[in-house]
């Protein structure tokens, strides 16, 4: 998986927003919304679950991305990636590191968004009281994708050798009323292994 990949996955879906909903369902037939009685908690092989609103959206085939889902209205989408055996150290390392060291803005630029037009960092911080028991560390960017100014909350840590990251967007102008929704996703991610 290459920062290219991640900045296609970007530019991708910040056109899927900047198109609407409508569009998104003609061009990208696979973002579909699973059945009513359908599990919301997707779960990934490398070690991970997300359980997402009962109303959002699932991309089935994004290439090099773990998962994609978005808000029923498009204006959020979310993002995740990992990779395994990446690092040499134990758990209890890398606990201790994610909870005492900010990371931050360089490991969210090489990981998360690469080289996305006008990347302004708002924070980065430790989230070492992650709902999920395990601790994440968070940032919130802004940046302009497809000619649309969007705000981006995005997420790294690493467990069992390995590295999890991605993030949510919307356009800037919608961030207040939508980042009760992005940092939902962020907070509903559970380590599995």
């Known amino acids: 998986m290459t920062l290219k990949t991640i900045a296609l996955a970007a530019t991708a879906a910040a056109a899927i927003i900047g198109a609407g909903a409508a569009f998104a369902q ?50 959020v989408i979310c993002y995740t990636f990992h990779q395994s055996d990446v690092l040499n150290m134990t758990d209890d390392e890398a606990r201790a590191g994610l909870t005492t060291d900010n990371l ?60 999890f990251y991605g993030g949510c967007f919307t356009p800037t102008k919608d961030f207040e009323a939508r980042k009760a929704e992005m940092d939902q996703f962020i907070n509903a991610i559970r380590m599995t292994k």
Do not use: C, M, N
Not at 39 to 44: I, Y
């Open 26 to 75: 003609t061009v990208l037939p696979s973002i579909a919304t699973p059945p009513p009685s359908a599990d919301r908690t997707l779960v990934h092989a490398g070690g991970y679950s997300i359980t997402i609103p009962t109303d959002w959206l699932v991309s089935t085939d994004g290439e090099g991305i773990d998962f994609t889902v978005g808000s029923a209205d498009l204006t």
């Open 104 to 163: 931050g803005e360089t490991i969210f630029t090489k990981l998360v968004f690469g080289d996305v037009p006008e990347l302004t960092y708002i924070s980065t911080s430790i989230q070492a009281d992650h709902p999920g028991g395990w601790p994440f560390q968070r940032a919130v960017a802004t940046a302009v994708l497809d000619s649309t100014p969007s705000t981006s909350y995005a997420f790294v840590t690493f467990k069992q050798k390995g590295a």
